[in-house]
């Protein structure tokens, strides 16, 4: 599965549906795969294997004098190098390369293209990366061509200079126009996804050849600062201006909307500037205020302290392209503006330790956790950004997390399922609800298997927890009870269109007119828990409940703003908690339609534990307003964290322990 064909992908390019690819592939897209993957393999040092991704590279010859697109040495290295975007497995151990959108056979060509800059730039950060690291020259050769391509596919000159050609066919061919249509149209018409991580793939190339080839640098310096020039053009002329999306205030320049997209082209800005490119650091600083200023919500009230991705819509968080914490502790340390690292604190304390505790890296609360497919892009985008975080601050707490977070790659997940095999490089490409493994292995999920195995190699510490951790055996954490689940009703439940344009419905709905009640079965807990109803309101429409024992809720639907549609699909916290001893939650209205998706039950306390190979690792989060005291158990080490990630004390323990977690802190326990 590719990032871009998630919900969000699909309403910024108009909703249109992903093509399968048809046909069989070229002779040359069929090559024998690396081994199966074995669950029970051990994973041995070094975690990162490049046999895969070096498996999905091909040398694609653009035609001469293309206008507008030129790259480094192309007269005398004619040849550009490029990963193919999907790999679908097939019997016999094989994987076939496959292209985006159907295929021609009688040209060859695919609907969207054999290749794609998203994905070129970011297998150009992994060879830069693991040259870098290792100091291998295949990487480092790589890493060349791989940038010279990336290049190629900017627009140099006229009015889009500095955009990019997001597709290109078999042949080198360039197809501006995908089919089907993604937006902007065409591709290098407007600052993209790909004009951000091209931006990225630059500053860390230009970063590691610095020294070792200037003159190359020198080219990919004039690059990243053609890039630099469109996003100062088009984004960056908003710079400090101010929107309004469902009532909440966001900053309006961002990449086309998206803290993601703009959080990875400052990943590379900032590797520019650490390198010495002083052009970069305004662009770099404004980039990432906006950033950080999409960070929301609080430790006890959705989005739980997250960074939201997309400035279109405060209901939306998805995993993948989740580096905006990542981006700002990067920044934070390379512009020494330490103001920038606090969101990203409070994006890993608070939210990812609820999202760690509900399940996982999901590819999107739509506010609710609506689609629970998860994928390699999503779950290391989190790893990054605590890597990240632990060595921007030096705090143990996001180490801990990243060892936690990253062992989803290795078992440690609702699958029980190896998504990353060292002894390959393969990832699969992904995870479904039900445990069922996507065992395709596209260039996507590829690069980002390599990216956390890259990081984890670095951090000989954190990986020994990662891989050692192969299985969940306890999660106690946020739930979701739909609102047509009402175990009684005089409400009316209705079937809406799932995607709203900025969110989504997790199913039905239910209506409540005034004088109608609706009960809800949530079971018992161990501790007393949060209830937050999701709610649609129309703007300036107001709705007044009351909520038996947890107060009343008064709603009135935000004006539209920029979001895309009327109407806002929100959470909102009910002000007093349900005992753990209540089993029961019920609702009337009382003036004004009360429209329910669902009810977000949400523990004082939460809680996972993972084992694995004689270890294993528990983590305790709490949203109480106050100190809340639970157990941990399993004997070894237990660090207690406050709501910034400081550490208050370590304790050495056997068998089970009581600890105090203060406000929004949390503890890991290890052995």
């Known amino acids: ?43 041995a040092a070094p975690l990162t294997n490049l046999d895969h991704l070096d498996f999905l590279l091909d040398s694609p010859t653009p ?3 293309v206008a507008g697109h030129t790259t480094y040495r192309l007269a005398e290295e004619p040849t550009l190098l490029a990963p193919w975007t999907y790999a679908d497995a097939r019997d016999g151990g094989t994987f076939e390369r496959i292209g985006g959108g159907p295929l021609d056979p009688a040209t060859g060509d695919w609907g969207q293209g054999a290749y794609n800059a998203d994905d070129t730039t970011r297998a150009a950060v992994v060879y830069l990366r693991h040259w870098q690291q290792t100091g291998d020259a295949g990487s480092r050769t790589k890493a060349y061509d791989l940038l010279r391509t990336v290049a190629y596919h900017q627009t140099v000159d006229g009015p889009d200079a500095g955009n990019v050609v997001l597709w290109m066919q078999p042949d080198g061919e360039l197809n501006p126009s995908a089919e089907p249509v993604e937006l902007p149209d065409p591709s290098d018409s407007g600052p993209s996804y790909w004009l951000a991580r091209t931006v990225w793939a630059l500053g860390e190339g230009y970063a590691a050849f610095a020294d070792d080839d200037p003159d190359f640098a020198a080219f990919l310096q004039e690059r990243l600062a053609l890039s630099r020039g469109a996003i100062e053009r088009e984004v960056l002329s908003k710079y400090g201006q101010y929107v309004e999306a469902d009532g909440k205030r966001v900053p309006a320049w961002l990449i086309v909307d998206g803290a993601d997209a703009t959080a990875e082209a400052v990943l590379g800005l900032a590797a520019a500037v650490r390198a010495g490119d002083d052009s970069s650091t305004t662009a770099a600083r404004q980039l990432a205020e906006g950033v950080a200023a999409m960070a929301s919500g609080s430790s006890r009230e959705w989005p739980y302290g997250a960074v939201l991705p997309w400035a279109q819509s405060p209901a939306m968080w998805h995993a993948w392209g989740s580096q905006m914490p990542a981006a700002l502790a990067v920044a934070a340390d390379v512009l020494d503006q330490p103001a920038l690292a606090e969101p990203a604190i409070a994006d890993a304390t608070g939210f990812t330790t609820t999202l760690l505790t509900a399940g996982g890296p999901d590819n999107g609360w739509f506010p609710s956790p609506t689609d629970r497919v ?20 030096g ?25 990353y095999d060292p002894a390959t490089g393969v990832t699969f490409d992904g995870l479904q609800p039900d445990g069922t493994v996507n065992r395709n292995s596209g260039a996507e999920s590829t690069m980002h298997g390599l990216l956390t195995a890259l990081a984890l190699d670095a951090r000989p510490a954190i990986a020994a927890r990662a891989t050692a951790l ?33 969110s989504s419905w997790s199913g039905d709905a239910l209506t409540l007119k005034p004088g109608q009640s609706a009960t809800w079965d949530i079971g018992s807990a161990d501790s007393r828990r949060w209830v937050e109803p999701v709610v649609f309101s129309q703007p300036g429409e107001r709705s007044l409940s009351r909520w038996r024992g947890n107060g009343v809720l008064d709603v009135t639907g935000p004006a539209q703003g920029i979001s895309p549609t009327p109407g ?16 029961q939650i019920d609702v009337t209205a009382q003036r004004g339609d009360l429209v329910l998706d669902g009810l977000i039950v949400r ?20 949203s109480a307003r106050g100190a809340q005291r639970t157990t941990v158990s399993g004997g070894g080490t237990v660090r207690v ?14 068998g089970e322990i009581s600890v105090l977690l203060p406000s929004g802190g949390f503890a890991v326990a290890e052995r």
Do not use: K
């Not at 994928?375 to 990240?388: E, K, M, N, P």
């Open 641 to 654: 964290y406050d709501a910034r990630g400081a550490l208050l004390r370590t304790t050495a323990f056997d």
């Open 568 to 583: 806002a699909l929100l959470p909102h916290a009910l002000t007093a908690a349900v005992s753990e001893r209540r089993t």
């Open 63 to 65: 035609p001469a004098d």
């Open 1 to 43: 599965m590719n990032a871009r064909w998630s919900a969000r992908g699909l309403a910024l390019a108009g909703a249109v549906a992903l093509a399968v690819p048809l046909g069989a592939a070229p002779a040359s897209a069929l090559a024998p795969a690396p081994a199966t993957v074995a669950a029970s393999a051990a994973p």
């Open 603 to 622: 523990p004082f306390v939460s809680r996972l534990v993972l084992e694995g190979a004689g270890s294993r690792s528990e983590l305790v989060q709490s």
């Open 374 to 393: 998860q994928i390699a892009y999503g779950a290391d985008s989190r790893v990054q950004s605590l890597v990240a975080l632990a060595d921007t601050t």
């Open 470 to 502: 192969t299985s969940v055996t306890d999660r106690v954490g946020l739930t979701f009870v739909e609102a047509e689940d009402a175990v009684s009703t005089d409400g009316t439940v209705f079937t809406p269109e799932s995607w709203t344009g900025e």
């Open 395 to 419: 705090s143990s707490a996001f180490a801990d997390l990243a060892g936690i977070q990253a062992a989803w790659f290795f078992g440690a997940n609702h699958a029980g399922a190896r998504m």
